[in-house]
T-cell receptor, first 111, second 117 residues
Framework: GENVEQHPSTLSVQEGDSAVIKCTYSDSASNYFPWYKQELGKGPQLIID?????GEKKDQRIAVTLNKTAKHFSLHITETQPEDSAVYFCAVRGSQGNLIFGKGTKLSVKP | NAGVMQNPRHLVRRRGQEARLRCSPMKGHSHVYWYRQLPEEGLKFMVY????????ESGMPKERFSAEFPKEGPSILRIQQVVRGDSAAYFCASSPRAAVGTYNEQFFGPGTRLTVL
């Protein structure tokens, strides 16, 4: 079955710096890659997603890149702010439509 | 436009009792997914349902766990004879359209945190 690896598990940056989180997957047929942000005590919130027919997508300070050949995709957050502090999860859509999640990255943005 | 709703938000049960978790999808969504999250871990898929049908239950334990999504009312995840290892956060997500062969955005509820004493 599909396997999703996410790195790093923790990431600490200074306010204003950029943060990059990377994920790899195993099934070359995968075609949908969402990213979720989870704040303490809350459910995951979809922040950006990318389909396999594009290589990059940007939404204000957040961007996602996809390399289908290498089977990896990355989340880029620029000009980080303290409110970006949360746990971020990458996911890959499985063959039946369920999402297969990475183990998460705890991002801390220091003011 | 209300989001995905789950209740209760917190549930405490003693070993051997039953737990019932409810999920109301977003308006217009007819596809529901249940996931379990253990502390400090990612979410693990359990079951995918459409109205009155279980589409994929490959992630759900065969014993003690069941799920339904009736024609009327919320989706229910039922855990019988709970054990301490069932303690986790249970999230449901809803999607507006079929998953297979298409892209589907899934929107998550706030979760139910189950504690088994």
């Amino acid at each position: 079955g599909e396997n999703v690896e996410q790195h790093p598990s923790t990431l600490s940056v200074q306010e204003g710096d950029s943060a990059v989180i990377k994920c790899t997957y195993s099934d070359s047929a995968s075609n949908y890659f969402p990213w979720y942000k989870q704040e303490l005590g809350k459910g995951p919130q979809l922040i950006i997603d990318i389909r396999s027919n594009v290589g990059e997508k940007k939404d204000q300070r957040i961007a996602v890149t996809l390399n289908k050949t290498a089977k990896h995709f990355s989340l880029h957050i620029t000009e980080t702010q303290p409110e970006d502090s949360a746990v971020y999860f990458c996911a890959v859509r499985g063959s039946q439509g369920n999402l297969i999640f990475g183990k998460g990255t705890k991002l801390s943005v220091k003011p | 436009n209300a989001g995905v709703m789950q209740n209760p938000r917190h549930l405490v049960r003693r070993r051997g009792q039953e737990a019932r978790l409810r999920c109301s999808p977003m308006k217009g969504h007819s596809h529901v997914y249940w996931y379990r999250q253990l502390p400090e871990e990612g979410l693990k898929f359990m079951v995918y349902l459409q109205k009155e049908n279980i589409i994929d239950e490959s992630g759900m334990p065969k014993e003690r766990f069941s799920a339904e999504f009736p024609k009327e009312g919320p989706s229910i995840l039922r855990i019988q004879q709970v054990v301490r290892g069932d303690s986790a956060a249970y999230f449901c997500a809803s999607s507006p359209r079929a998953a297979v062969g298409t892209y589907n955005e899934q929107f998550f509820g706030p979760g139910t945190r189950l504690t088994v004493l």
